[in-house]
């Protein structure tokens, strides 16, 4: 079935929605009676969250690192170091099911106060890992364990966060509600994934090799200060007034899947591409920091690099908030991800003379050209699209399934690239093959942005929510009991040019 033929565009093309009014004769969402701080501190305090998915997703490859050099044996030549940095995928993907459901069913602010709490409590305990009687194989054990019900926190993040967030942009001045999604989830994690890396070369710096004990624990537990910063403010949000106004108390479940199911299995589909190529990205820096450093380099300089290597997703991701507001993100994301697969295409065929010393310099700026791509493409746009093609009504739920199946996709690029790798004929071939094939993903990742997903303007949540109770009551279901009655705003305020 093609996006024309879905029902949401039969009955646009019929006439039948007001697709720029609000339902129910509501006020729009722009002339609330709030200001602009009012407005714009609800997206913060949503999305800010996923500053801790990057930072304890990412902290997580230098602890790998430290605990294979303090525990060889036990640690490095053994099952858990593959355990400790795959189970928060696990937990990650439970995560996003339960809290895509109480997010819908119950709501947006208590599932994301209780994901926040799982944040902290269980990075605090990450830092503490111990084993009986000092045992090795108890803490590495413990460690898994935390590391598991981290991912379960980081998982409420996506749908609860990111779903909130976007529906308090609709508050926000048109033109500018994109960026603003983008800037307070997305950007967010790259920056944590940033400092993930930053963190643990200053606490090398500091501590020395000498006690890389340390330096671990305290490079965890300083995961703490994220999601226990943003307690108060998310304590102190209010449900989303576009969930009070089309949250449901009754889930026909066979209508939601007859309007939906094409869309949600294309942004399923686009994520876990998405999600499966980026795998191969890191083979990549590792190698350049590997020419670079040598070897025998200290661990702190070799978490420099790495700082370094996180850096170029900033500057995509900043860029691709704008050009998303611009452009719309249904093509700022298949720009983004054409143009990352033709320079991976590039890179692949010039990998002979790129990774090699003589030529670091030129692989460095080209590989973090490819980085910034993804970034501005997919990375920024592919939570935008989850979060703002759907109803609110199931929105939790749309975005946790597609979510979750792009992490899946991520967990199975762990396994089959590196098959990829060893059927390499030779060196050469072993790290151009997995980037050839990640790079073919990404141009049908961009013809099926550009063709299969919709276009989503800066009003697409009211307008969305319009045709999908337009298309309920077409179907026999009473819309009058959706909403929170006694929460919805129907004050209205001019709305002002200033407003952010």
Known sequence: MSADTQPEKIMEEKGTVPVNEAPLDLPPLDQLPKGRWERAWPTIACGAGLFSDGYLNGVIGQVNTILGVLYPDTYANSPASQNVSAIAFAGTVVGMLIFGYTSDHWSRKWSLMISTIILFVFAALCAGSYGLNGSQYGLFAALTAYRFFIGVGIGGEYPAGSVAAAENTGELKAGHRNRWFIMFTNFQIDFGFVVSALVPTILLLICT????????????????????????????????????????????????????????????????????????????????????????????????????????????????????????????????????????????????????????????????????????????????????????????????????????????????????????????????????????????????????????????????????????????????????????????????????
């Not at 307690?231 to 989303?240: D, M, S």
């Not at 889930?251 to 589909?269: C, G, H, N, Q």
């Not at 700026?365 to 920024?380: M, Q």
């Not at 967990?411 to 072993?430: E, H, M, S």
């Open 209 to 500: 090799e000498n006690h890389l004990r340390l330096v671990w624990r305290l490079s965890l537990g300083l995961g703490v200060i994220p999601p226990l910063s943003l307690l108060y403010l998310r304590l102190k949000l209010q449900e989303p007034e576009e969930f009070n106004r089309e949250r449901m108390h009754k889930f026909p479940i066979l209508l939601i899947i007859k309007f939906y199911w094409f869309r949600l299995a294309v942004v399923s589909l686009i994520w876990f591409i998405y999600d499966f190529s980026s795998y191969s990205f890191g083979l990549y820096s590792s190698k350049w920091i590997e020419i670079i450093t040598g070897s025998d380099a200290p661990l702190w300089k070799t978490f420099g690099w790495t700082t370094l290597t996180y850096l170029f997703y900033l500057p995509g991701s900043g860029l691709g908030a704008w050009v998303s507001d611009w452009l719309g993100p249904r093509n700022t994301l298949a720009l983004g991800v054409l143009l990352q697969g033709i320079v991976g295409f590039i890179m692949s065929g010039c990998y002979k003379w790129l990774a090699t010393s003589a030529n670091v310099g030129g692989f460095v700026v080209v590989y973090g050209i490819f980085l910034a791509l993804g970034e501005f493409g997919p990375g920024d746009n592919l939570g935008l699209c989850a979060a703002k093609s759907s109803a609110t009504a199931i929105r939790g739920q749309y975005y946790s399934y597609a979510a979750a199946i792009g992490k899946i996709g991520a967990f199975v690029g762990t396994y089959v690239l590196p098959i990829v790798q060893k059927n390499a004929p030779n060196a050469v071939r072993k790290g151009q093959d997995p980037f050839f094939v990640s790079s073919s993903l990404c141009i049908l990742s961009a013809f099926l942005a550009y063709f299969l997903l919709p276009q989503i303007s800066q009003d697409t949540i009211t307008s969305e929510d319009a045709r999908f109770r337009e298309y309920l009551t077409q179907n026999g279901y009473d819309t009058s009991t959706m909403g929170n009655a006694e929460q919805i705003t129907t004050e209205v305020t001019p709305a002002r040019d200033d407003m952010a």
